[in-house]
Structures are given as structure tokens and as C-alpha cells.
């Protein structure tokens, strides 16, 4: 039977509501926490970015579940040595309750710095060899590296867990699917889709976790709920490679204008019908994955969490 997580948004939520919300998360009886790593949102009205790495030391004190990022990106923005002590030191404080989810990114945080963006294939290149020097430096031995896209000089972890930081890979295409495959620890995606569970599996993920995560709005409301979509998330409805290659969350901005109310409420759970909640969840569940999270769009985040504790997930977890 899956386990099922809440998921942190640090796109739509500051640090001290993220705490808020995993307390809220472990009282209404969920398993693991899934913490997204931003630097901006996806767009204005979404309105916070806050550190992930000083999130994940609050949360460390704060509940006792598992935490994951979903997911990192150790490629531009930020050098993969670096990304290993911050991962390293957050498995310490977490005693092993820690998941470093991984993938190739989006220009929307990456480019800052005023790097080139590269294609996809180069982003999963770069994604490789930066996983190679994570699980070098999580041995706490000293690491030098002299590889493609990244250079490592006399580089030693000293703060590091028991065991290696598990590396869960994200796909959402063949590609990236067969990366994970290949060398990951666990596969992350976001659609519950049977065939990409698959081709992890046989294609050497074997019995590896597979996560996936989805986000619904609670409410009593449905039109309401289905606005508050519109308005803060309806740049999850953008096809294609959009997420990857816009550059700021102004051009999000333009790009969702596209999306109307009618999408959304064709696509997206809203409103407090107990029975699409838990279809929307088992949908993954029935595809084969290990470990399924749900994110609750908009303020009303006591109301999603008293509800899914009352009547989601007594059906989702029964025998």
C-alpha cells in the first residue's frame, strides 16, 4: 500500500506557514513531507521563495517525518559540492529522515547568474556528473574531480550521515525516466502515468521508490476554489517545455493567460467532493507508485488538512 505525504510549497507559502503546515501535515496522519526548492515563484500572485536549506533545519525540530526536496537543482545556480553539504547536514538534523530529490531545472531559477541556459540533453548531462560528485563527497572523503561541466579541488564533507543522502531523480520524459533508471536511488514525476513507472523499473530502477505528487484545491466552494486555481496556479497547465525555458514569472504571467477557468475546472480537483480527492490520488496509486503527495492550493490549509484527515485518507489508507 503507498504512503502519502504532504507537499510544501515554497513558491505560495513563507517559512513560518511551511512549519505551520508540516505540524498540521504530521497531526492529520501524513508520512513524509515534500518540500519544493525555488528561487522565484512561478508567478507574482504566488508570492514567496524563501530558502529551502534554512526551511529544512526548522523542520528538522519542528515534526519527525521524513522530508524530501522536490526537487533540486545541483547543475547552475548552485555547484554540486555545495548542494552535497547542504544535503549532507540536512540527513544530521533529520537522522537519516532526509530524501535528496533532484532534476534538470527550469531558467526560471537557474539563469540568474546570467549562465546560458542549456538544452535539455546537456541539462541531464551536467544533472549526471553533478550526482557522481554528490555520492563521492557523502562518503566524507576528500574529492577532486576534473569532469565536463564541473571542477572539484580537495573538496571533504566532515558533517556527514551514517548512510550516503538517497538521490531520487525527476522525469517527466523518456529521457530523464531512463536517467533515473540508470542512476538513481528513487524516480520522482508528477502524472500518474503507469508507463513511465514502468520503464523506470525495467529499465533498472527495479523495486526503487517511486514518488509522485499532485496538487488539488479543498473548498467549500467550487467556483471559488476553482478560481483561487486560476489565480495562483494556472501556470501547471501550460504544455510542453514552457516550465523549463520561460525565464522570469512575468513571462509566466503572459503565458497563462492562455489558461481560463474552464480548463482548470475540467482539470484540476476544487472543491470538497470526497470522492475526487481520492480518485485523483488513487489514480497514482493504481499506476504504481510507492509514495503519493498531495499539495493544497490557497489559504484555507486547516480546512484541507481536518478534511483530509476525517475523509481522505481513512479511504485511502484502509485495508
Given at each position: 500500500m503507498?504512503?502519502?505525504?504532504?507537499?510544501?510549497?515554497?513558491?505560495?507559502f513563507?517559512p513560518a506557514?511551511?512549519?505551520?503546515?508540516?505540524?498540521?501535515?504530521?497531526?492529520?496522519?501524513?508520512?513524509?513531507?515534500?518540500?519544493s526548492?525555488?528561487?522565484?515563484?512561478?508567478n507574482?500572485a504566488q508570492?514567496?521563495?524563501?530558502?529551502?536549506?534554512?526551511v529544512?533545519?526548522?523542520?528538522?525540530?519542528?515534526?519527525?517525518l521524513?522530508v524530501?526536496?522536490?526537487?533540486?537543482?545541483?547543475?547552475?545556480?548552485?555547484?554540486p559540492?555545495?548542494?552535497?553539504?547542504?544535503?549532507?547536514t540536512?540527513?544530521?538534523?533529520?537522522?537519516g529522515?532526509?530524501?535528496l530529490?533532484?532534476?534538470?531545472?527550469?531558467?526560471?531559477?537557474?539563469?540568474?547568474l546570467?549562465?546560458v541556459?542549456?538544452?535539455?540533453?546537456?541539462?541531464l548531462?551536467?544533472?549526471?556528473?553533478?550526482?557522481?560528485?554528490?555520492?563521492?563527497?557523502?562518503?566524507?572523503?576528500?574529492?577532486?574531480?576534473?569532469?565536463?561541466?564541473?571542477?572539484?579541488?580537495?573538496?571533504?564533507?566532515?558533517?556527514?550521515p551514517?548512510?550516503?543522502?538517497?538521490?531520487?531523480?525527476?522525469?517527466?520524459g523518456?529521457?530523464?525516466t531512463?536517467?533515473a533508471?540508470?542512476?538513481?536511488?528513487?524516480y520522482?514525476?508528477?502524472?500518474?502515468?503507469?508507463?513511465?513507472?514502468e520503464?523506470?523499473?525495467k529499465?533498472?530502477?527495479?523495486?526503487?521508490?517511486?514518488s509522485?505528487?499532485?496538487?488539488?484545491?479543498?473548498?467549500?466552494d467550487?467556483d471559488?476554489?476553482?478560481?483561487?486555481?486560476?489565480?495562483?496556479w494556472?501556470?501547471?497547465?501550460?504544455?510542453?517545455?514552457?516550465?523549463?525555458?520561460?525565464?522570469?514569472?512575468?513571462?509566466?504571467?503572459?503565458?497563462?493567460?492562455?489558461?481560463?477557468?474552464?480548463?482548470?475546472?475540467?482539470?484540476?480537483?476544487?472543491?470538497?467532493?470526497?470522492?475526487?480527492?481520492v480518485?485523483?490520488?488513487?489514480?497514482?496509486a493504481?499506476?504504481?507508485?510507492?509514495?503519493?503527495y498531495v499539495?493544497?492550493?490557497?489559504?484555507?490549509q486547516?480546512?484541507?488538512?481536518?478534511?483530509?484527515?476525517?475523509?481522505?485518507?481513512?479511504?485511502?489508507?484502509q485495508?
Amino acid at each position: 500500500m503507498p504512503e502519502y505525504g504532504y507537499f510544501l510549497s515554497c513558491e505560495e507559502f513563507g517559512p513560518a506557514d511551511l512549519i505551520e503546515q508540516a505540524r498540521m501535515a504530521e497531526q492529520a496522519g501524513f508520512r513524509a513531507l515534500w518540500i519544493s526548492d525555488h528561487y522565484h515563484p512561478w508567478n507574482d500572485a504566488q508570492g514567496q521563495s524563501p530558502f529551502v536549506w534554512s526551511v529544512l533545519g526548522a523542520l528538522s525540530e519542528a515534526v519527525s517525518l521524513p522530508v524530501e526536496t522536490a526537487v533540486t537543482c545541483p547543475t547552475v545556480r548552485t555547484h554540486p559540492a555545495v548542494i552535497a553539504q547542504a544535503a549532507a547536514t540536512t540527513a544530521v538534523m533529520t537522522e537519516g529522515r532526509f530524501r535528496l530529490g533532484v532534476g534538470s531545472g527550469e531558467a526560471l531559477n537557474e539563469h540568474i547568474l546570467g549562465h546560458v541556459w542549456p538544452p535539455a540533453s546537456v541539462r541531464l548531462e551536467m544533472l549526471e556528473e553533478s550526482i557522481q560528485i554528490m555520492r563521492r563527497l557523502f562518503t566524507g572523503e576528500e574529492v577532486s574531480h576534473h569532469g565536463t561541466h564541473y571542477t572539484v579541488e580537495n573538496a571533504r564533507l566532515y558533517t556527514v550521515p551514517d548512510e550516503p543522502v538517497p538521490i531520487d531523480i525527476s522525469g517527466f520524459g523518456p529521457a530523464a525516466t531512463a536517467l533515473a533508471a540508470r542512476v538513481g536511488d528513487g524516480y520522482i514525476t508528477m502524472m500518474p502515468e503507469a508507463s513511465m513507472v514502468e520503464q523506470f523499473r525495467k529499465g533498472g530502477g527495479g523495486a526503487k521508490l517511486v514518488s509522485g505528487g499532485t496538487k488539488v484545491c479543498y473548498g467549500t466552494d467550487r467556483d471559488e476554489a476553482v478560481r483561487t486555481v486560476h489565480r495562483l496556479w494556472a501556470n501547471q497547465f501550460l504544455p510542453g517545455e514552457l516550465a523549463q525555458v520561460l525565464p522570469s514569472p512575468s513571462h509566466f504571467e503572459q503565458a497563462q493567460t492562455l489558461v481560463t477557468e474552464d480548463m482548470v475546472r475540467d482539470k484540476a480537483v476544487c472543491g470538497d467532493d470526497v470522492d475526487e480527492h481520492v480518485a485523483a490520488l488513487s489514480a497514482f496509486a493504481d499506476a504504481g507508485f510507492d509514495r503519493i503527495y498531495v499539495n493544497q492550493i490557497g489559504p484555507d490549509q486547516r480546512g484541507f488538512f481536518d478534511f483530509y484527515r476525517t475523509k481522505v485518507l481513512p479511504q485511502l489508507t484502509q485495508d
